[in-house]
């Protein structure tokens, strides 16, 4: 079965996360060090490939009252790239509150963890909120 990848997009690090064959679980991979240009785009296609991914959710950032900001045309334009590029669906995910969360989820259960790992735990569960919400929608 076709899996969904999740991506926490940023200016130097990537979080990635992908769903079981199932669409049940999303599980981290590992954090892409180097924005989300060219080397991205390929690392992307390899993974694509990897796990025969049929589509793509990626993480907006938008203000607390839900407007846009900075880092959401961003995101928008990375859709982008990536639609043309793959020919692949994409999905916009409000991601407020993910990079808080996955700071607290680490707090609580380890020390030392770096910004990577929050990069990842963030795509973990900017993908897992849409996978809940597509089997909410499939009951």
């Known amino acids: 079965m076709k899996r969904i990848l999740g991506i926490d997009p940023g200016e130097k ?6 769903s079981d064959p199932m669409g049940i679980m999303a599980q981290g991979l590992d954090t892409f060090i180097g ?5 991205f785009l390929e690392h992307l ?7 025969d991914v ?6 907006m950032p938008l203000s607390m009252s839900g407007g846009k900001i900075e880092g ?15 020919d692949i669906p994409v999905i916009l995910r409000d991601e407020r509150m993910s990079s808080l969360e996955a700071e ?7 020390k030392g963890s770096g910004k990577g790992d ?3 735990i963030s795509a973990i569960f900017i993908l897992q909120s849409y996978l809940d919400e597509i089997a909410d929608k499939n009951h």
């Open 13 to 18: 690090r990537v979080g990635l996360a992908i």
């Open 35 to 39: 924005g989300t240009g060219e080397a």
């Open 45 to 51: 296609g390899r993974l694509i490939e990897e796990y």
């Open 54 to 59: 049929e589509s793509i959710v990626i993480g």
């Open 72 to 86: 959401t045309e961003k995101a928008e334009r990375l859709a982008e790239k990536i639609s043309a590029r793959f």
């Open 104 to 110: 607290r989820h680490l707090s609580n259960n380890r």
């Open 118 to 120: 929050i990069d990842r």
